[in-house]
């Protein structure tokens, strides 16, 4: 059974950097074309997807906030780390990490329940 | 970039049949999915690959693609299936996942 949950700060300021870890189970990120990729969810908006890391730890971010992200993994601790840069009240949303993989090579299986950032002063 | 345009919301009443679109230039060239998302709730995987449907979900979901507009369709709604739906694909020509402005759906 695959599990992913995130965690992180909930409430930054702005211009801080946020850094987000989502940690796994039920699969391994060294498995050819698995990835985990981070979707945000603004309170009462539409689901944007921010970045995914392959399992060979090829990248791909958003063009809209690639300036700002930065997604890594550790294989060993089961872990996929997002740090955002220069955080704004405009960021505040509910932070996902998603698993994809071979069944669903275009889209997110499983999601983890999330967690609420508010960038606030 | 690619831009996924879907109405805002969608009624329906119990045993009815709901159909939510889901707009692009050219998407029938594309594999899209359909998400399921409860209020409070991480969102669900409900269709795959255009049509497919993942291990527990009921066969009341179907899903189409074609010319510029892929659809969902639920069959004799429940009140449990009301909820937002998003469609997914991913743009090939700029290598990034695009998600749809979303549905609500609600049940009468």
């Known amino acids: 059974q695959m599990t992913l949950k995130e965690s992180g700060p909930t409430l930054v300021k702005p211009t801080q950097t946020l850094t987000l870890t989502c940690t796994f189970s039920?699969?391994?990120?060294?498995?050819?074309?698995?990835?985990v990729g981070w979707i945000r969810q603004p309170p009462g908006k539409a689901l944007e997807w921010l970045a995914l890391?392959?399992?060979?730890?090829?990248?791909r971010y958003s063009p809209f906030l690639k300036n700002r992200l930065a997604i890594t993994k550790d294989t060993t601790k089961n872990q996929v780390v997002l740090t955002m840069t220069n955080m704004d009240p405009a960021d505040t949303a509910t932070y996902y990490c998603?698993?994809?993989?071979?069944?669903?090579?275009?889209?997110?299986?499983?999601w983890g329940q999330g967690t609420l950032v508010t960038v606030s002063s | 970039s690619y831009v996924l345009t879907q109405p805002p919301s969608v009624s329906v009443a119990p045993g009815e049949t709901a159909s939510i679109t889901c707009g692009g230039n050219?998407?029938?060239?594309?594999?899209v999915l359909w998400y399921q998302q409860k209020p409070g709730q991480a969102p669900v995987l409900v269709i795959y690959y255009n049509s497919d449907r993942p291990s527990g979900i009921p066969e009341r979901f179907s899903g189409s693609n074609s010319g510029n507009t892929a659809t969902l369709t639920i069959s004799r709604v429940e009140a449990g299936d009301e909820a937002d739906y998003y469609c997914q694909v991913w743009d090939s020509y700029n290598d990034h996942y695009v998600f749809g402005t979303g549905t609500k759906v609600t049940v009468l």
């Open positions: 890391i392959y399992w060979d730890d090829d990248k």
């Open positions: 050219n998407i029938g060239s594309k594999t």
């Open positions: 998603a698993h994809k993989g071979n069944l669903v090579p275009r889209g997110f299986d499983y």
């Open positions: 039920g699969f391994s990120l060294t498995t050819s074309a698995v990835g």
